[in-house]
T-cell receptor, first 110, second 110 residues
Framework: RKEVEQDPGPFNVPEGATVAFNCTYS??????FFWYRQDCRKEPKLLMS???SGNEDGRFTAQLNRASQYISLLIRDSKLSDSATYLC???????????FGTGTQLKVEL | DVKVTQSSRYLVKRTGEKVFLECVQD?????MFWYRQDPGLGLRLIYF???????EKGDIPEGYSVSREKKERFSLILESASTNQTSMYLC?????????FGPGTRLTVL
């Protein structure tokens, strides 16, 4: 089983839709969780951290479910500019390194 | 703004050549990382370093070595490049929980 797994997509959604991605992780000792966004031919950039209590940043909401070992990202009112690949990342190995999922591709269409 | 720079955006080398990929960060970060990114496989950690002259193997270190003589610079070395090392190479440095990536080097080994 992979350490971090994501549905690769693509998720094709109309503008204005709500879309959710999940990411599962295998190491129950993992402490920190993140969502990164990667635009085509660009480097990944941190979108948001995922806290136990969940966190919200505008149209984006991230949640953690430790019991089931997954994190989620919810995007409300999707914009064309949200089209990108979303990578989840889990901190493992004593906190020095991140393990990334393979990414979920989102395409927002008119 | 944190800046992570990589020496080349595109590089073409021949099988058997020794290849150096350079990465420099300007924010005095202790932790630096080298990943490769391939379609369907996502970001995979090759090596990381948490201090000058310190290095740790990541998930796929075979065929690679690294050097960290100065805090701001982390080099990835392919001792004898092979065609299966054709990939996008991404360097990153880390401050607390946020990991900053360089723009990537697209390496093609012929």
């Amino acid at each position: 089983r992979k350490e971090v797994e994501q549905d690769p997509g693509p998720f094709n959604v109309p503008e204005g839709a709500t879309v959710a991605f999940n990411c599962t992780y295998s190491n129950s000792a993992s402490q920190s969780f993140f969502w990164y966004r990667q635009d085509c031919r660009k480097e990944p950039k941190l979108l948001m951290s995922v806290y136990s209590s969940g966190n919200e940043d505008g149209r984006f909401t991230a949640q953690l479910n430790r019991a089931s070992q997954y994190i989620s990202l919810l995007i409300r009112d999707s914009k064309l500019s949200d089209s990108a690949t979303y990578l989840c990342a889990v901190e493992t190995g004593g906190g020095n390194k991140l393990t990334f999922g393979t990414g979920t591709q989102l395409k927002v269409e008119l | 703004d944190v800046k992570v720079t990589q020496s080349s955006r595109y590089l073409v080398k021949r099988t058997g050549e020794k290849v150096f990929l350079e990465c420099v960060q300007d924010m005095d970060h202790e932790n630096m990382f080298w990943y490769r990114q391939d379609p369907g496989l996502g970001l995979r950690l090759i090596y990381f370093s948490y201090d000058v002259k310190m290095k740790e193997k990541g998930d796929i270190p075979e065929g690679y070595s690294v050097s960290r003589e100065k805090k701001e610079r982390f080099s990835l070395i392919l001792e004898s490049a092979s065609t299966n090392q054709t990939s996008m190479y991404l360097c990153a440095s880390r401050k607390r929980h946020e990991q900053f990536f360089g723009p990537g080097t697209r390496l093609t080994v012929l």
